[in-house]
């Protein structure tokens, strides 16, 4: 039982205080590092008005966004299924079609993102879509995709400029990605791949891993 | 019969709180790096307004650390082993409600979370799991007092 005199008395408050005070530094600094900023640079195809998603097809309809994060070995298995037809729809410009690269998963998530974004400002973001899941490393963040790796990825698929060389170096879309990030929590978008068509979810019990109930999906959607 | 449980019972309070805060440290240990996916993860649910799930997400890892630490070194231990078996009590209602409603997601209790797979879903090992801690937690707040607590 507790008295007066009992010596432990202020150390138990002042470990109370230590973690309380630990906790909240901690919220308020989750809070802020995830804060999207008006002042990050973002690539040219990206509209703030659609989620800071890249945008291709601009002046189309309907609009189907895309949710991905890299590393996420479901988003592969998507982009193999229906990845050829979302470029055929890009393509012919039959839709607006808005990718949202999320960065969940962590650091080399990021990093791809930033690459895509880089090759967005080449006109390749489609290809370099593909490419980063065709080299997808098994396990996340396992140390596989640095920024020289994404050079060599951009070469590999035309991209040799300077300027692609540089954007990667650079990480100049970084803080995009948390404006992303952002505006997909904003959205509800609460795991990956996600697919909307004209801001609605495509049923996650079938129309995702089925290419002809997805291409179904699409049309109900008014893809034509 | 009583007088046994008095003897053992300060060493239970000493099992229950480094199972209890250590599960939570644990938790939120895993959770506190990544609050993008902690936030997913509590919007996954579909039971908040986003705004709101989004700040729990952010919150919630490093309520869990403080907790959890709190239990495991003895201090405060009855107000921590409410908060925690509250929480417990809470993910319960939680994961029951997106299982009762047919969603398919993890429960992002030691990171990860969101939307998954139908049939990758592991509710019930998830409840089961969160009613022992829960019940963990009624016992500290009971007999907050054990061995080797900084609480005197």
Known sequence: MSNSNNPDKG?????????????????????????SSSTAKVPAAVSATDGYGIVLNANATPKIDVYVDYQCPICKNFEII????????????KAKIVYHPMTFIGAES??????????????????MNIALFQNQSGTENSGLWTGDYMKRLGNSIGLKSAAFEKCVTDGTYVDWTKNVADASAKANVNGTPTVKVNGKDLDRN??????????????????K | MLSKFYKVQPWLTLLSRLVLGGVLLAAGALKVGNPQKSAMAVRAYEVLPINIANFLGYVLPWMEVGVGTLLIIG???????????????????????????GLSIDCGCFGGGGAVEPGETKYLSEILRDIG??????YLYRFPKGRFGLDK
């Open chain 1, 11 to 35: 150390t138990r408050n002042l470990v109370i205080g230590m973690v309380a005070f630990i906790v909240l530094v901690g919220a308020v600094f989750s809070f802020i590092s995830n804060k």
């Open chain 1, 82 to 93: 229906n990845g050829g037809y979302l470029a055929e729809i890009a393509a012919s410009g």
């Open chain 1, 110 to 127: 990021i990093l791809a993102a930033n690459a895509a974004a880089c090759a967005a400002d080449e006109g390749k973001f489609l290809d």
């Open chain 1, 206 to 223: 079938t129309e995702y891993m089925d290419p002809v109930k997805f291409k179904a999906a699409l049309a109900t959607g008014g893809v």
């Open chain 2, 75 to 101: 201090v405060g231990v009855k107000i921590s082993a409410a908060i925690g078996g509250f929480t417990m009590f809470v993910f319960i209602i939680a994961i029951s409600q997106a299982w009762a409603r």
């Open chain 2, 133 to 138: 801690l829960t019940m963990l937690g009624i």
